[in-house]
């Protein structure tokens, strides 16, 4: 595969790139931003992939979270995906969790969102080859966090290819698609309605289920109004507790869903998952 | 006057504000940005201007250049004002360096711009009074600063008033529009053809004329696509050389105009202007 390059950009003495390719998984070009630090001039580096959520692109947190500044510290790569397909072939929906844009990072089997919406083969497969083969990653370094629905991407993609990723974490994270009601809407409409196929893409089902070789670190904003609709971050406390299974999940008083929460954390997240890659 | 908030998000301990107010100066509602560090709970503390430049509004820099996370380690109130006056009866133009979002920092004299366009009385009295009475601001310690044409605001305001400011800097500023041909297009436009009026809120004219009190510190990416024909830095090199005007004036390898040469370089500055105000 090959990368075109959308932009660059000099950013605490390594570069902001973003670049397009082609990819099988969605039969569509996909974006991604990526930020190489200094060291990563002189040799291969860990790498951290975060996930952005419902409504955004690879620019969100790569404009708003600031990790460059700590990657160019740590000399950690930091890859950046589009949450979904997108195009005029594409299928779309209205409401903002579902279709373009919306971040499930899931493999769709239902129509018309079969066609394209393969997030997990995207990321695991067609992104996770491609930046093996073309940037200075450590292979065995790669950890995984992410934003919102892209947390729930990370919690379920790591959990599900506990080999591609060696740390976790996330930030204000959904955990339970299967128990709201916008999230079973839109289990339905991309895996229909066999709840054992929304139990593989659920984080508190998987962590029941599968759970995750290591301890992972959520944060997650006492003053979120999406917190006790949508997120629901005590049912994966319950769920860790009842698996057994080690996470450090911290609220963080006065903060909200914003980018200036994920801003005020991205550092101790990339320490955390750089102590973890070594 | 009375503030009205627009939009509040804990970011690093402290509190990232966006207000509304109603301005005299340029008799229309004026937006604008401030950083609460954790440390202004506690009594007031030194703070920092952020002019943006043309194109923008005060939510570049509060959303890209990071000043958050310096501001509470330094315990720094920083402010970003909107760029120009908003509106549907206010005068406009299409092209980039006119009209609204055009960050022109003087008060027009000529129609139709001057029922509204009145932004150096609007820093400098209406927002500077306001953030006086209203934020935990230590009058005598207030430096400004800016990016591109939010620059050349900070040199020019400075020089004008040096009794409001006590720190200098700019990100890849604008320093001599009288000697570039958009620049000539607007200060026409705003003050008429009276060369003597430009000279008044042009750098390198009023280093020369007025000079500042003390040093400045001034970062310049050498790639940066408009340094050559829009921004003209060895103009103000040679025009300070000329003056005797101390000024610390840095080329940045391989940084461009965005915000991610201003996040870069962002901490320095702010630690810049920190050891100054005290």
């Known amino acids: 595969m090959s990368l075109t390059l959308v932009a660059s950009n000099r950013a605490f003495g390594g570069t902001q790139f973003v670049y397009r390719h082609a990819s099988s998984a969605t039969s569509t070009d996909m974006q991604f931003a990526t930020y190489l630090p200094p060291q990563a001039e002189h040799g291969p580096c860990p790498a951290l992939i975060f996930l952005s959520g419902l409504t955004c692109s690879e620019e969100n947190a790569t404009v708003k979270a600031g990790y460059q500044r700590v990657a160019a510290e740590l000399g950690m790569i930091v890859i950046a995906p589009d949450t979904s397909p997108r195009g005029e072939d594409v299928a779309n929906d209205e409401r903002y969790f579902l279709g373009q844009a919306a971040s499930f990072y899931l493999d769709a089997t239902q129509k018309p969102w079969a066609t394209h919406f393969q997030m997990e083969r995207y990321i695991t497969q067609d992104l996770y080859d491609l930046v093996l083969e073309k940037l200075p990653v450590q292979a065995d370094k790669i950890g995984i966090t992410g934003h919102s629905m892209g947390g729930h991407g990370a919690l379920t993609l790591a959990m599900r290819h506990p080999e591609l990723f060696a740390s976790l974490s996330a930030f204000a994270p959904v955990v339970a698609p299967s128990q709201v009601e916008w999230g079973q809407v839109a289990f339905s409409a991309y895996l229909g309605d066999d709840q054992a196929a929304w139990a593989e893409h659920d984080a508190c089902a998987l962590v ?65 998952h750089a102590a973890r890659l070594g």
């Open 208 to 272: 029941q289920s599968r759970g995750w070789k290591a301890d992972m670190l959520i944060d997650q904003g006492d003053a979120d109004a999406f917190l006790e609709t949508n997120l629901r971050t005590p049912l994966f406390e319950a769920a860790c507790q009842a698996a057994g299974q080690a996470a450090t999940i911290r609220y963080q008083p006065g903060y909200d869903h914003s980018y200036y929460f994920v801003a005020s954390f991205i550092e101790e997240h990339m320490r955390w």
